[in-house]
């Protein structure tokens, strides 16, 4: 069965400090898998996805994602924290017809 | 662009009570979704579309119903609300499905208390 597991509920940054967020999906093909950012009460928005090609993965607002079989991850990177990143960030991998979406990390960023 | 509309915003049930979150979408996209969000669990997929007259059951679909008779509409139905249905429920659509890199569009989300 398809699943994304979030190992990290929360993390608290710095402003200016790297970020790595978790993700490890279990899929059977190759796999679609996606980020999205939830702001405070709003939807949910695309901030990059991964299909084929080349394993990093460049979104927007300065997020990457590295996509590696070998470990079942995707994991989200950005070198320097805003404190307009502090959000929810969920990752989820497309299956057929449906999308299965992890629990979520929330992110702190501290002044 | 409207988009993924939802309505209402919000809404407090009483134990019992029944109602209909509204969701259409402008976009004609063949797949619709309905996710419902608690703390700590992220998005669980209640029921989805993948065309007009079709629908299917998701992850949690126990005491919802769905129709969908039009491209545009996705009505999900809660006929005796429970306080476990107290959420956040958001729509989505996309034009080819999760088996694709397409991404998910999503509504500003019902926040719904059951009392």
């Known amino acids: 069965a398809q699943s994304v597991t979030q190992p990290d509920i929360h993390i608290t940054v710095s402003e200016g400090a790297s970020l790595e967020l978790r993700c490890n999906y279990s899929?059977?093909?190759?796999?679609?898998l996606f980020w999205y950012v939830q702001s405070p009460g709003q939807g949910l928005q695309l901030l990059l996805k991964y299909f084929s090609g080349d394993t990093l993965v460049q979104g927007i607002k300065g997020f990457e994602a590295e996509f590696k079989r070998s470990q079942s991850s995707f994991n989200l990177r950005k070198p320097s924290v805003h404190w307009s990143d502090a959000a929810e960030y969920f990752c989820a991998v497309g299956g057929t017809y449906k999308y299965i979406f992890g629990t979520g990390t929330r992110l702190k960023v501290l002044a | 662009n409207a988009g993924v509309t939802q309505t209402p915003k919000f809404r407090i049930l009483k134990i019992g009570q029944s109602m209909t979150l509204q969701c259409t979408q402008d976009m004609n996209h063949n797949y619709m979704y309905w996710y419902r969000q608690d703390p700590g669990m992220g998005l669980k997929l209640i029921y989805y579309?993948?065309?007009?007259?079709?629908?299917d059951k998701g992850e949690v679909p126990n005491g919802y119903n769905v129709s969908r008779s039009t491209t545009e509409d996705f009505p999900l139905r809660l006929e005796l609300a429970a306080p476990s249905q107290t959420s956040v429920y958001f729509c989505a659509s996309s034009p080819a499905g999760g088996g694709t890199a397409e991404k998910l569009f999503f509504g500003s989300g019902t926040q719904l208390s059951v009392l």
């Open positions: 899929y059977g093909a190759t796999p679609y």
């Open positions: 579309s993948v065309g007009a007259g079709i629908t």
